[in-house]
Every structure is written in structure tokens, then in C-alpha cells.
């Protein structure tokens, strides 16, 4: 049988008059007040954020100061709770980057909808969209609380890029077939 | 200064009186409620209230720091807060009654202090004279007598609330404060058992207890929590009943009766129940330091008379016999035990989960009452034994 029966001593006088562990009790909490906190103070203190935490939603550019993003609006679809909108947009004439063809006209984040689930960035085939580590926001109006395209940025900032694909295809596309 | 005070009409002078009791209590009591919260934080791990700061202290480099951190001006805003705030009295209420509950919580609080002897100095001849403010030689019946009527702030404020949170913590107040008060009275007969020796003149005056435990040699400076501890114990669990602290947090059951009596109750309203809550745990304490801690003796078995005496050898100083430096002395020394004593109920709290209603019922009637009565016919017997005439 699994049930392993366990004869318990019954309590002696002194122990049914719940003095002993009423001490005891009082020994623990008396250590416990010149222990260290265990708490943060927050807004001085801030507590250290873990590799892959996932923060707020931001857009992020290549370390040439590119924007990333090509308005595929994979992420818009895949956003469960709704909160990303997309307006689509061209890359402007003479910027050297026509062969991309779209770019983010707007791009906004409700941060009242998101519910950081990263799937964003899990979708994304650009790298351009990244949970980082701002985890705290607040503000007076629902409207503040929608993040646009340049606070977007502005948030993400630029992270190293190992691929450069447009530059890849540029040059490649220059370059002629390959056969 | 003495004949200046003497000569004043005897209601100016219990103006005065009353009016220093208010202003030392009323503070002690904030400060005791400010402690709490820093006590519960230390033991939780946190750093407690900290934040408060007054601008032109902030100034001063090390000590604001250490003051802020010590959550001090909290004080004052928790102060500032509960006498400013909108007094809201809900429409259900009975008005009278409910504004008239926490006005009544406060009068037996403050009543009982002035029966309390704090401190003593030491006339010309040796003779230790108790500071007082009112020397009834009832002592100890007036402060039993009074102190329980705080419950009827209680009751009035749960069935005026016309509620059932605050009437369910009304009746459980009372019901509680009746199994109680009597393994608390009985447990201090004993201690006047011995002090009204055949051949004595009988008292019931705390300051006389006291007295009797600052007699030189051993048995005559023992405190009487060694003598009669069993007492002291009783004395101790129906303290933290009466003034209804966890584990006896009946009347306020957070846990299940929201808030208990004040309920409906808030703004300054409220704070006045917990400054009535303080108070009688600062009188508690105080009536149990002297009854059973020695009072404003230092140590056992070194009265105040002691202690005087041997810093007088030791210095030659002419200051210390002075009747005011020893009165002063002696209420530190008081005022000392009697924080460590709220210390002690903070410590209880923040340790000991609170008790079910049924098992403070069956605690009280039958656990505790037995125990009083059983102490009480040993001691009845070894006093009579120990004090037959020769």
C-alpha cells in the first residue's frame, strides 16, 4: 500500500500549552528584524532585469541607422490581443534604399492592449520588432498610452545586425545572376 | 512652586492635569501606532514607512537621513491626514451614537491613566513618595472598574453602524471582554493577598505594591513576576485580551469581520478608536510593570532607593538626591519598561497567528478561568500559611 502509516507522539503538557512554540516563534521573528530587507527600494533602486525579458514592444534600426522594419504586418496579424497598427507606406525616392519598396508610414502599439506575449517579435522576419526592458510606463490619457512610430524607435534604439539582407540584396541585385 | 500649585482652585488643577495626560498619551499613542508599523516591517523583511520628510529638517546633513529612514515625520502626516480627511457618517447610522462611540472609547482611556502611579522621589528622610495624579487608595479597582467601560465604545460603535460586520465585532467584544475580566481580577488577587499582611492597613493602591517590591533583602526586592508567575502569565494573556490585540483581535477580526466594530467608521473618527486602542495598552502595560515588573524600581532586587543611594556614593553630587532628578529617573525608568512592554505586544502580534472566536471562548473559560481560580486557592493557602500570626 502507498500509504505509509505514521504513529504521531501525542503533545506533551508543556507542548498542549503552545508556550515552547510561542517562544520559538518569538526567537524567529526577533532574528528576523536585524536581517536585511528583502525588498527593493523601488524608484532608487531598480531590480536587475534578466536576459530575455521581455519589456515593452519597440522597433529597433540596423547599426547603419536604418529602420528595420518593412510593414510586412505579420505582426499586426499575429498580435493576439489586437494592439499593433500598421499603416503601410514607400521608402522615400532617393534614399537609397528604394529596393526595400515599404516602409512604416505609422506604426502604433495601444500599450493599454499589449499584453507582452512577444509573439511580435517571435513573427517578425525583419529583426525589427523587440520585447526589451523597459517594463515601466504610465501617463494621464488612454491616447499617451499608444505608443507611436518615432517613441517607438526612440525606445528601441539600434542593436547590432549579423545579416544586413537589404545591403545583401542590393549588392547581389547590382552584381548580376549569379549563373 | 509646590505652595503655587496648591494654592490653585482644584478644578484648574484638574484641567492641568487632565490636559497633561491628554498631551502624553495622545502622542504616545501615535508614536506607539508609528512603531507598529516600523516593528511589522522589521519583521517582515521591509524597511517600513520612510518616506516623510519635514523641508527645513531635510537640511540638516546626517540627521534627516537617520530620521527620515526612522519614518518619524510619518507622525505627522498619518496625523495631518486622519484630521483633515472628509468625515464620512453613512445614512444608515444612528448619528448620535455613532459619532458618540469613538468620543466614549477615549474617556475610560484617559480616565484610568490618572490612577496609574508613573515615577517617585525620595522625600528628605527616605521616604518614597509615588507621583500620581490622582491618589485614590482604591488603586487597582478603579483602573479595572473603568477601563472596562471602554467596551462599551465598542458596543455602541457596532450597533450603531447598523451593519452586521461591525455588530458581529460589537457582541464579540463584549463576550470576549466577560471571559476575560475575571481571570484577570482574580489573577491579582494573590499579589494583594500578600501585600495586606494581617496587622497591615489594607489597600488596593498600585503605588503600595510597588513599594513592597523595592524592600531590601532578598525576599522583600523580589519582583513579583518570579514569585507568582502563574499569575503574571494570566495577567499577560487577559492583557492582550482586553485590549483586544492579536492573537485576541476579536472586536477587529481583519480577517473576517473587515474591520470589526469600526467598520463604518473613518477619518478622525477612527483614529480615535486606535488612540483609545494604544492607550489602553500603554495603561496595561503600566499596570503591569507595577505589579509585577517592579514598577520604576531599575532591576530586581535594586530598588530606586538603591540606586540613588549608590550614585550619591559614587559621585557626592547633590543633584542626585534632588527630588526632581529622581523623580525624572524614575519615570524613564518607568516609561522604559512600559515601551518595552508595547514593544513586547507588537512582538506577539507580528509572531503569533490570531485565535478562531470558539477557540478564544474555550481559551478563556476553560483554560484560563480554571487555572486563575486554582492559582488563586494555592496562593490563598501558602499566604496563610507563610502569614499566620505567631
Known sequence: MAVIPLTRKPLSLVERTYVPAILSGLKTTFKRMFRPNDTLE???????????????????????GREKCVSCQLCEFVCPPKAIRITPGTVPEGSGREHVEKAPQAFDIDMLRCIYCGLCQEVCPEEAIF???????SGYTRAELVNHKDRLYELGGTLPDSHYKWDKKKAAAEAGPAH | MLDLWNNLHPLAQGLIKGLAVILVIFPLAGASSLAERKVSAWMQGRPGPNRAMVPWIAWIPFLSTF?????????????????????????HVNKLYFILAPVIAMMPAFTTVTVVPFGAYLTGSGETVPLILANVDVGLLAVFAVS?????????????????????????ASAQLISYELSMTLSVVPVFLWINAPGTAGTMSLARVVEFQSQPGFWGGTWFVFLMPVSAFIFLVSLFAETN?????????????????????GAFKWSLFFVAEYSHMLIGSGVFILLFLGGWNPL????????????????????????????????????????????????????IPRFRYDQVMKLGWQRLLPLAIGNLVFYALAIAFLQQPV
Not at chain 2, 67 to 91: I, M, S, T, W, Y
Not at chain 2, 249 to 260: I, K, Q
Open chain 2, 245 to 265: 490585540r492579536q492573537p485576541f483581535d476579536m472586536a477587529e477580526s481583519e480577517a473576517d469581520l473587515v474591520g470589526g466594530f469600526h467598520t463604518e467608521f
Open chain 2, 67 to 91: 530620521l527620515r529612514r526612522l519614518g518619524l515625520f510619518h507622525l505627522l502626516a498619518d496625523g495631518g491626514k486622519l484630521l483633515f480627511k472628509e468625515e464620512p457618517v453613512p445614512g
Open chain 2, 300 to 351: 530586581p532586587w535594586i530598588s530606586l532607593a538603591d540606586l540613588i543611594g549608590g550614585l550619591h556614593r559614587l559621585t557626592h553630587a547633590a543633584a542626585v538626591v534632588h527630588p526632581l532628578f529622581v523623580g525624572v529617573l524614575s519615570i524613564v525608568i518607568f516609561l522604559v519598561k512600559v515601551l518595552a512592554m508595547i514593544f513586547f505586544f507588537m512582538w506577539i502580534r507580528w509572531t
Open chain 1, 42 to 64: 523601488y524608484p532608487e533602486q531598480r531590480p536587475a532585469i534578466p536576459p530575455g525579458y521581455r519589456g515593452v514592444p519597440t522597433l529597433v534600426k540596423d547599426p547603419n
Open chain 2, 148 to 172: 472596562s467601560l471602554g467596551v462599551y465604545s465598542l458596543i455602541l460603535a457596532g450597533w450603531a453602524s447598523n451593519s452586521k460586520y461591525p455588530f458581529l465585532g460589537g457582541v464579540r
Open chain 1, 131 to 137: 520585447l526589451q526592458n523597459q517594463y515601466s510606463l
